[in-house]
């Protein structure tokens, strides 16, 4: 299986595209040691938001690493954010720059166009089918994209991040009011920092699948690794920091679920 869906019985569906560690043999055999160390994963979110199943939502997590194929990435490969530097479909290298492949081994567009049958698209089918069982069901849906990044990659920005980073595409995503009832959570806490359409307005799942004036109500996550785990090798679940942010992030997702169902 290409990745681990579970379906809920609330107007809830939870994406995670970049938690998976899998590389397709044929593709790792043309890599670098730096793609086996994986360190751009979204390390731990299934546990982190292991909650979900008890709350009735409904969950897709990636199998396939990003260094196969980026399933957060327009299928066309353009930027999502113009003018700055960021990772492709396919990417080349890692966050730190170092390179993915060996010499030569650059996949052209008929291997990228291979990977978009075989990894990409088994993905977002079905998460255009459990959207649309869950509009038919409920006549709206919240789409949370949940990530999570290293605090510092100076590649990216400058500096450490804010711990939690929501993105709505500066408000085209989802109504006013979703995002209002996600984020005033945040804001009343003052363990975490928080940014709202900063450095990440939210990827491609977000702005793709989020289209209000049908019901579908988009709004990502990025959410700092060191809130919740170590950041280096060997990436560890932390326990003592995790249990603080899980508690807000239960809080969140039921604030979409209940305004989507209001």
């Not at 399933?71 to 966050?95: A, I, M, W």
């Not at 390179?99 to 698209?121: F, H, I, K, S, T």
């Amino acid at each position: 299986m290409d990745y681990q869906f579970q379906a809920g019985t609330i107007p809830l569906l939870v994406s995670m595209p970049h938690v998976g560690t899998d590389i397709p043999d044929e593709i790792a055999a043309t890599m670098t040691a730096a793609a086996t160390d994986r360190q751009d994963t979204d390390w731990h979110l299934a546990r982190l938001y292991g909650f979900l199943q008890e709350m009735g939502a409904s969950t897709i997590s990636a199998r396939w690493s990003r260094y196969a194929i980026d399933l957060n990435r327009p299928p066309e490969n353009t930027n999502l954010y113009p003018g700055q530097d960021t990772t492709g479909l396919c990417p080349v290298d890692t966050f730190h720059r170092e390179p993915l492949y060996l010499d030569g081994q650059v996949p052209n567009q008929a291997e990228v166009e291979r990977r978009l049958q075989l990894y990409w698209q088994p993905y977002h089918a079905r998460l255009r089918a459990e959207l649309d069982r869950l509009l038919a069901i409920h006549g709206r849906v919240a789409l949370w994209d949940a990530h999570s990044i290293a605090s510092k990659v100076p590649r990216f920005f400058e500096g450490k991040l804010p711990d939690l980073n929501f993105g709505t595409a500066d408000g085209t995503t989802c109504a006013p009011g979703l995002a209002h009832a996600v984020v005033s959570r945040a804001l009343v806490q003052d363990r975490y920092s928080v940014a709202v359409n900063g450095r990440f307005k939210g990827g491609h799942i977000t702005r793709f699948y989020g289209r209000p004036d049908i019901g579908v109500h988009a709004i990502q996550l990025e959410m700092c690794q060191s809130v919740y785990m170590d950041e280096e090798a060997p990436y560890g679940y932390r326990p003592d920091r995790a249990v603080h942010v899980q508690g807000l992030l239960r809080e969140m997702t039921q604030a979409a679920a209940d305004w989507v169902t209001a």
